[in-house]
């Protein structure tokens, strides 16, 4: 089993909302104690319904978003505390494609100075040759070709713009890129196009990804091993063919009912969740997901679930795992 890159340990990101005067401040939990591990070499899948604090979490591991607390261990190294002087340099090991390709890059930047940026500022080229060709050769390797480098974002096209992202992103020669919902504002045929670069650049770098997304076709695809989130936590974690073919939370049975089957003759049977997401201000006591399990129990109502292992390198979130419970059901 290849080695840890990435070690998440009860990692929590609270946003404070403000209570007046006389009342106590409240907190959204968009994350809320999540631990995972992410190996060196693989492609690491989130994914969860729109508010889940996916994204959070990804952002929160590069600390764009400031963790509450928790601990980040990167490389070997606790980045949890690290301010802003001392990530600089953690900021060549990590890297973040973002959802919008187009809000994420400088319209008054030329595509050049875009890539040539991060290039600069961490002291990677020695001399402005140097810089021309990194920057030309980083636009070949995501199928951009030279003359695209004097052309501001505007002038591209989505998918364009994604690749422009991805080579900003590859300049400082990261260990980990956080792949932040990178194709969901693509045509279907684009987003086909920018997952293969990217299973062609892992090769290629020998890059780990986290890849954040709420399409489990497309997590499926690209994947090694996927977490399931839902509101804060993971519910499930496990390798791709184990959780696909065996999805053992209520909820990514759910999830994973809702997914179109291509091949016509094949039934699947639709689970249908009742009532709606709870609250991160307000979640629900014990397990999160009670208040819509159609297998709830009185202990879920209660306590939350501790992380229990059905299989290797497969873990669940659920009461229904707990060998004391299940010798009393």
């Not at 764009?64 to 070997?76: A, F, R």
């Not at 956080?178 to 650049?201: R, T």
């Not at 020998?206 to 709420?214: D, E, G, K, R, S």
């Amino acid at each position: 089993m290849a080695e840890n890159l990435l070690t998440v340990k009860d990692m929590k990101v609270y946003y404070p909302v403000s209570g007046g005067l006389l009342h106590k401040p409240e907190y959204v939990k968009a994350v809320d104690g999540v631990s995972f591990e992410v190996r060196k070499g693989e492609v690491f899948g989130i994914v969860g319904e729109s508010g889940c604090g996916k994204s959070t979490l990804g952002r929160g591991i590069c600390k764009l978003e400031e963790p509450t607390s928790g601990e980040i261990i990167l490389d070997g190294e606790d980045i949890s505390k690290y301010n802003a002087r001392q990530m600089r340099p953690v900021r060549k090991k990590v890297q973040m494609v973002f959802q919008d390709p187009y809000a994420s890059l400088n319209p008054r930047m030329s595509v050049f100075d875009i890539i040539a940026e991060p290039l600069i500022i961490h002291g990677l080229t020695s001399s402005k040759e140097a810089l021309e060709a990194k920057v030309l050769d980083l636009l070949r390797k995501v199928g951009l070709d030279d003359y695209h480098a004097n052309r501001y974002p505007h002038e591209f096209s989505g998918g364009q713009r994604q690749r422009i992202g991805i080579a900003r992103a590859l300049a400082v020669q990261p260990k980990l890129i956080i792949a932040d919902e990178p194709v969901s504002a693509l045509d279907v045929s684009i987003q086909a196009q920018v997952l293969n670069l990217m299973n062609k650049l892992k090769k290629e770098f020998n890059l780990t990804y986290i890849f954040v997304a709420h399409d489990l076709s497309v997590v499926e695809h690209i994947s090694d091993r996927v977490g399931v989130m839902y509101l804060g936590n993971f519910v499930e974690v496990g390798n791709k063919d184990s959780l696909y073919q065996n999805p053992l939370h209520p909820y990514t049975q759910a999830l994973l009912s809702a997914v179109p089957v291509p091949d016509p003759t094949v039934k699947r049977e639709r689970i249908i969740l009742e009532g709606n997401i709870p609250s991160a201000l307000n979640p629900p006591k014990g397990c999160k997901f009670h208040t819509r399990c159609p297998k709830c129990m009185d202990c879920c109502k209660e306590t939350a679930p501790e992380r229990y292992q059905v299989a290797e390198d497969h873990y669940v979130y659920c009461h229904l795992y707990d060998d004391k419970i299940k010798g009393k059901n």
